[in-house]
């Protein structure tokens, strides 16, 4: 099983609707990120967590907000999805414990907004 | 504030010949560098990264990157292409205090038969 687990990995909704998309991990990590792929662009930061009561926005928060349910568990959800929202979102963890410095990634979420 | 750029969004090589993908970062303090590599519908995976142990740093397939603090760079590079390396490529920066990964904008390797 992966360790950063995505769902949905596809998602195509309608211009409006509220969506939530899911991260979930058992790697044991506190820090916890969301980031929408552009093509182009790279990777763009939209929220992140250090721990379940710290949410942070990251350059691109508008339009978006998360919930941090448990630690294992980091949520991102598009409130009225419209369609410059189409892209590929991943979540992302680390820890803080030391000598660990990379992020580990999802499979990503493929998200439509028509 | 950190940044990072990728030289090149796409960069094309012969099977066997030299890859060279560019990467420079803005810090004001020691960064952490990333490379990591995305398949076609998969997730990033780390290829290798830059902690302060050793400028020249290998990672899997064949590849390493070399820190240059004079030059702020962090290029990778392989000696000779392979089919399977074709791919997008990511950069990424972390400075040691904090723990935001800050990305550049990607180059797409195509490798030539």
């Known amino acids: 099983d992966a360790d950063v687990t995505q769902t949905p990995r596809n998602r195509i909704t309608k211009t409006g609707k509220r969506i939530m998309l899911e991260c979930s991990q058992t790697?044991?990590?506190?820090?916890m990120y969301w980031y929408r792929q552009d093509p182009g662009l790279g990777l763009r930061l939209i929220y992140y967590s250090f721990d379940v009561k710290d949410i942070n926005k990251g350059e691109i928060s508008d339009g978006y907000s998360v919930s941090r349910q448990a630690q294992a568990k980091f949520s991102l959800s598009l409130e009225s999805a419209i369609p410059n929202q189409t892209a590929l979102y991943f979540c992302?963890?680390?820890?803080?414990?030391?000598?660990?410095?990379?992020?580990?990634f999802g499979q990503g979420t493929r998200l439509t907004v028509v | 504030a950190q940044s990072v750029t990728q030289l090149g969004s796409h960069v094309s090589v012969s099977e066997g010949a030299l890859v060279l993908l560019r990467c420079n970062y803005s810090?004001?303090?020691?960064?952490?560098l990333f490379w990591y590599v995305q398949y076609p519908n998969q997730g990033l995976q780390l290829l290798l990264k830059?902690?302060?142990?050793?400028?020249l740093v290998k990672g899997i397939n064949g590849f390493e990157a070399e820190f240059k603090k004079s030059e702020t760079s962090f290029h990778l590079t392989k000696p000779s292409a392979h089919m399977s390396d074709a791919a997008e490529y990511f950069c990424?920066?972390?400075?040691?205090?904090?723990?935001?990964?800050?990305f550049g904008t990607g180059t797409r390797l195509k490798v030539l038969a």
């Open positions: 990424a920066v972390r400075n040691s205090g904090t723990y935001k990964y800050i």
């Open positions: 830059y902690t302060s142990a050793a400028t």
């Open positions: 992302a963890t680390t820890s803080s414990g030391s000598g660990n410095t990379e992020a580990f």
């Open positions: 810090s004001s303090v020691p960064p952490y």
């Open positions: 790697k044991g990590h506190d820090r």
